[in-house]
Antibody, heavy 123, light 110 residues
Framework: EVQLLESGGGLVQPGGSLRLSCAVSGFTFSNYAMNWVRQAPGKGLEWVSNISGDSGHTYYADSVKGRFTISRDNSHNTLYLQMNSLRAEDTAIYYC????????????????WGQGTLVTVSS | QSALTQPASVSGSPGQSITISCTGTSSDVGGYNSVSWYQQHPGKAPKLMIYEVSNRPSGVSNRFSGSKSGNTASLTISGLQAEDEADYYCSSYRSSSLLVFGTGTKVTAL
């Protein structure tokens, strides 16, 4: 059974930093691209970032480019999101999600999701 | 990074069929067969219901079907059930911003 468990969320002041983790099990982690998707309170879904299985390619939404860094540790089956220069508008539940595969068309299909971790940016 | 356009809400009686639209442009929905649909119950993670316009993942009821015409994709729920009440989001690959979601539609079984 595929399982994804996010952690690391919490309250942080504007301008601060936070690192999210996503521990996965139930599949060969290194074979799949991974994503972060966020959802502001009461709002819709927003894709944040994607990383290929071998970490060779990373992609970001314009809203986080230059502030967030996605990475992964295939030896520990863990995905990360380093978030710097946080703003109030970054407040959201952050979900990690698998891509369906490593082919380009499969990168944008997200079949498995974690339960999310809440990040609140406020003074 | 504008979202794809969905109706805010759609409702129907149990047993009826409903259709949710998802309108984009030739740079996303109309240009690629990369439309997916996700179901999200309150307080829960999204669940993939349809991918590549009309494919159902294993385990998803065949009451859910997808289609596309031009720049508009559609999700049809046949035989609406109380358990189908949820928010639904479309998504598509977009050449400029990679992955874009729709504005979301709340489905209500009257």
């Amino acid at each position: 059974e595929v399982q994804l468990l996010e952690s690391g969320g919490g309250l942080v002041q504007p301008g601060g930093s936070l690192r999210l983790s996503c521990a996965v099990s139930g599949f060969t982690f290194s074979n799949y691209a991974m994503n972060w998707v966020r959802q502001a309170p009461g709002k819709g879904l927003e894709w944040v970032s994607n990383i290929s299985g071998d970490s060779g390619h990373t992609y970001y939404a314009d809203s986080v480019k230059g502030r967030f860094t996605i990475s992964r540790d295939n030896s520990h089956n863990t995905l990360y999101l380093q978030m710097n220069s946080l703003r109030a508008e970054d407040t959201a539940i952050y979900y990690c999600a698998t891509s369906m595969g490593d082919l380009w068309i499969q990168l944008w299909i997200l079949p498995s999701w974690g339960q999310g971790t809440l990040v609140t940016v406020s003074s | 990074q504008s979202a794809l356009t969905q109706p805010a809400s759609v409702s129907g009686s149990p047993g009826q069929s409903i259709t949710i639209s998802c309108t984009g442009t030739s740079s996303d929905v109309g240009g690629y067969n990369s439309v997916s649909w996700y179901q999200q119950h309150p307080g829960k993670a999204p669940k993939l219901m349809i991918y590549e316009v009309s494919n159902r993942p294993s385990g998803v009821s065949n009451r859910f079907s997808g289609s596309k015409s031009g720049n508009t994709a559609s999700l049809t729920i046949s035989g609406l059930q109380a358990e189908d009440e949820a928010d639904y989001y479309c998504s598509s690959y977009r050449s400029s911003s990679l992955l874009v979601f729709g504005t979301g539609t709340k489905v209500t079984a009257l």
